[in-house]
């Protein structure tokens, strides 16, 4: 003889069985939010960058020239700098100056070449090590 289940049972057992499937279902949002929280981090989002850069020979033959331009444009100030700062002749700063006007855009015009120097150095390097 099987006994049918009764009406108050069966609405029991349906409720305690959506019950687990909310408390799953939070779980697996908390567990999705905690990942994407993580995720977000600065730290993560720098470090998936340079990971992106890394696996790429284009991006970092970009990101090398960037750098490199970055430096040279640095260097360059600081050593203008330097020598406006000594006690030189007018016409030796004057000099110097235009210097300083002349750098920043020779430094924009090199770096594409160097980006292109960088990036097929880096592929060439990659395809060697793969043989």
Do not use: C
């Amino acid at each position: 003889m099987d006994k049918k289940e009764s009406p108050s049972a069966k609405l029991s057992r349906t409720i305690r069985e959506l019950e687990q499937q909310q408390e799953t279902e939070k779980q697996n949002f908390l567990n999705g939010y905690s990942l994407l929280k993580e995720g977000m981090r600065p730290k993560n989002l720098l470090r998936e960058g340079f990971e992106r850069i890394k696996k790429s020979p284009g991006v970092r033959g970009k990101a090398i020239a960037a750098l490199v331009s970055i430096a040279g444009v640095v260097a360059t100030r600081k050593l203008i700098k330097k020598k406006l700062e000594k006690p030189q002749p007018q016409h030796k700063k004057e000099q110097l100056s235009h210097v300083s006007h002349i750098a920043e855009p020779v430094s924009k015009l090199l770096r594409p070449v160097v980006a292109a120097i960088a990036t097929n150095w880096l592929s060439k390097r990659k395809t060697n090590q793969k043989t």
